[in-house]
């Protein structure tokens, strides 16, 4: 089915910001912003045929201008966060921005969140368009021009496909994301405590408080890290087990139980009341389950949605943060 594009809004710079419409034949719909590659929505059937948007957002481009939560972002050039900002890459240190207490989240200041990609619909591939930007040699301190493909494919089975590509001229890092919030009750319907998760990892990554990564990798077996068969989200969530006294909540990597090279399912979330099922599969070998602990209330999305803590959940597949 042919994608719409339409004006979503104009940067203070002037420059244009679009919004894509893919739907398929099942009548599922996605929405994508050229303004940080942004799921901005995401209609679903439930069980009796009816559609939700399950994916938080903003109204219009002006809430997207101003928020800070990374609603539908993609995320880049390095997901999630960096110690005090500094790495070594061939003995040299790279210094970048620290914007979450010392250390480096998300890419920095100017993420990949918050650029304007360029869009182009691929004519000879169903349902595809590809969003593409060039991050110059020493944006946000990383080396490296490096230019990023993200393709959003939305098919037949009811599956929205996210595939990144980059190529650097320069040695580099890079760890690419997507950080939708997802409640599969609808966008607007309050916290996802009693959603089933699964995620597919026998072994998570143990967090200092500030939650970085401190390189102990750990079983999940007896600890509330353990999702390897569908349980609710909110089960132990108020646990005083030290790592989610850390998270204020779940906000932690996943050690993947893959070989990196085959797809793997990686975690499948249901909700009862809808029925809606969301299957997770990825190449990458973590996959970041963060429990929405810092949404404040302070965010009024779509339809006058007030988002909440726990409002919604990330599962943000990734390389190993703070590597
Ligand atoms: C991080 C959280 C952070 C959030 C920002 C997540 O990926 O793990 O700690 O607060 O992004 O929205």
């Known amino acids: 089915m042919a994608i719409e594009k339409k004006l979503f809004g104009i ?15 099942n009548g599922m719909k996605t929405e994508i912003c050229t303004y940080g590659g942004t799921i901005v ?17 903003y109204a219009d481009f002006e809430g997207y201008l101003k928020g800070d939560k990374y609603f539908g972002s993609l995320i880049g ?28 989240l998300h890419g920095g200041l100017k993420g990949f969140d918050k650029v304007v990609w360029d869009a182009m619909i691929i004519e000879d591939e169903p349902n595809t368009l590809e969003l593409s930007y060039l991050s110059k040699d020493g944006e946000e301190g990383y080396p490296g021009n ?4 993200v393709k959003y494919v939305l098919t037949e089975d009811n599956a929205l496909e996210i595939i990144y590509m980059a190529t650097t001229d320069k040695d580099t890092i890079i760890n690419l994301t997507n950080h939708a919030y997802f409640n599969l009750s609808g966008h607007s319907s309050g916290d996802v405590l009693d959603h089933k998760l699964m995620i597919n990892a026998d072994k998570f990554t143990v967090n200092d408080k500030f ?16 999702f390897r068969t569908l349980t609710p989200i909110g089960k132990n969530i108020e646990s005083d087990y030290d790592q989610i006294v850390f998270g204020n909540g779940y906000d932690h990597n996943w050690v993947l139980n893959t070989n990196c090279s085959d797809t793997l399912k990686a975690a499948q979330a249901i909700a009862e009341n809808t029925g809606i099922v969301m299957d997770v599969y990825t190449t990458t070998p973590g996959v970041q389950f963060y ?30 943060p703070n590597k």
């Open 77 to 104: 050039r390095f997901g999630n966060r960096i110690q005090y900002g500094k790495f070594i890459l061939n003995d040299k240190e790279y210094v970048l921005a620290q914007n979450n207490g010392e250390n480096h």
């Open 291 to 320: 429990s929405a602990n810092f949404l404040d209330g302070l965010d009024v999305g779509k339809d006058k949605a007030i988002y909440k803590m726990r409002n919604g959940f990330c599962l943000e597949t990734q390389y190993f």
């Open 41 to 57: 929505s995401s209609m679903v059937p439930d069980k009796n045929g009816e559609f939700h948007d399950v994916v938080l957002g």
């Open 211 to 226: 939650s970085i990564p401190t390189g102990e990798i750990k079983d999940v077996a007896d600890t509330p890290m353990d």
């Open 146 to 149: 490096l230019a990023v493909k």
């Open 11 to 25: 940067m203070p710079s002037g420059e244009e910001v679009y919004l894509y419409t893919l739907k398929n034949s």
